[in-house]
T-cell receptor, first 114, second 112 residues
Framework: DGGITQSPKYLFRKEGQNVTLSCEQN?????MYWYRQDPGQGLRLIYY???????QKGDIAEGYSVSREKKESFPLTVTSAQKNPTAFYLC?????????????FGQGTRLTVV | RKEVEQDPGPFNVPEGATVAFNCTYS??????FFWYRQDCRKEPKLLMS???SGNEDGRFTAQLNRASQYISLLIRDSKLSDSATYLC?????????????FGGGTRLMVKP
């Protein structure tokens, strides 16, 4: 079955550590996105990528980094520079172009700093 | 000013009620529009796309008003299971490709 998979589902990080969240899709989508969601809040865009080897900063990119070496994969690294990383992280993908494109989401990774 | 704005709610309604949400967007170049549903601690899932002529899916009706730059979602005969957060999503297509922008969500609570 085609889909988008995030791992791990739960992640605990000590202060000062970098952690990497995985996002893989087998939908053959060109575009991939990372969002952050805090309790009771909407989704805020961290980074997005429209094509392999290219990505752009979203609204809250500081303290995060990404790579897009393969079409299927868009990992997100939460660095020690991110001052308040505890949140729910959602990865999404979509096709690109002048069509009515919906986004498909992974099940999310809940990151907690301990 | 936020690009996509929604009333955060919560909207507290009794079962069987009709409830409507609006969402405004600022970019007139926006190409397509969606409503997503998000349950607590889960990922958003597509509820319905919004077409220029308006579209209906069972108890749910979506409308688009390009002139006033808003979309709406109407839920008739509300069920307890409709309790969730409803996210408005706008897809802008530009030189850099697609950009999906989410509203902050509107929380609906349907009470017995």
């Amino acid at each position: 079955d085609g889909g988008i998979t995030q791992s791990p589902k739960y992640l605990f990080r000590k202060e000062g550590q970098n952690v990497t969240l995985s996002c893989e899709q087998n939908l053959n989508h060109d575009a991939m996105y990372w969002y952050r969601q805090d309790p009771g809040q909407g989704l805020r865009l961290i980074y997005y990528s429209q094509i392999v080897n290219d990505f752009q900063k979203g609204d809250i990119a500081e303290g995060y980094s990404v790579s897009r070496e393969k079409k299927e994969s868009f990992p997100l690294t939460v660095t020690s520079a991110q001052k308040n990383p505890t949140a729910f992280y959602l990865c999404a993908s979509s096709i690109t172009g002048w069509t009515n494109t919906e986004a498909f989401f992974g099940q999310g990774t809940r990151l907690t700093v301990v | 000013r936020k690009e996509v704005e929604q009333d955060p709610g919560p909207f507290n309604v009794p079962e069987g009620a009709t409830v409507a949400f609006n969402c405004t967007y600022s970019n007139s170049a926006s190409q397509s529009f969606f409503w997503y549903r998000q349950d607590c601690r889960k990922e958003p899932k597509l509820l319905m796309s919004v077409y220029s002529s308006g579209n209906e899916d069972g108890r749910f009706t979506a409308q688009l008003n390009r002139a006033s730059q808003y979309i709406s979602l109407l839920i008739r005969d509300s069920k307890l299971s409709d309790s969730a957060t409803y996210l408005c999503v706008v897809n802008e297509v530009g030189n850099a490709g697609n950009m999906l922008t989410f509203g902050g969500g509107t929380r609906l609570m349907v009470k017995p």
